[in-house]
């Protein structure tokens, strides 16, 4: 699976923005997703989780401004974020994994500042 991540942008706080991941060479629908996000120093943390049964799952800073959402027939899982705050500032990364294998996007750079 080949994962493509893309929406990134600078943004002021209190904006929105829409990240995309568009997979190719598999499809996604038995594959749990996610986002994940990393800032310089520090380890990669989960955002959201969209597994393959449709259930979801947020970090508590994001679950009331964060909205995660997969699209099987288009193969692409969407994150919605709302009310961003300086601190979403970081790079977020597409996931893809199933039975111990695993695939991660390129990364998209949002930065939160006025």
């Known amino acids: 699976v080949q994962l493509q991540a893309s929406g990134g942008g600078l943004v002021q706080p209190g904006g929105s923005l829409r990240l995309s991941c568009a997979a190719s060479?598999?499809?996604?629908?038995?594959?749990?997703m996610g986002w994940y996000r990393q800032v310089p120093g520090k380890q990669r943390e989960m955002v959201a989780i969209?597994?393959?049964?449709?259930?979801?799952k947020y970090d508590y800073s994001v679950e009331d401004r964060f909205t995660i959402a997969r699209d099987n027939r288009k193969n692409t899982v969407t994150l919605q974020m709302n009310g961003l705050k300086p601190e979403d500032t970081a790079v977020y990364y597409c996931?893809?994994?199933?039975?111990?294998?695993?695939?991660w996007g390129q990364g998209t750079l949002v930065t939160v500042s006025s």
């Open positions: 969209a597994e393959s049964s449709g259930h979801t």
């Open positions: 060479g598999s499809n996604l629908s038995n594959k749990h």
């Open positions: 996931r893809a994994w199933r039975y111990g294998l695993e695939n």
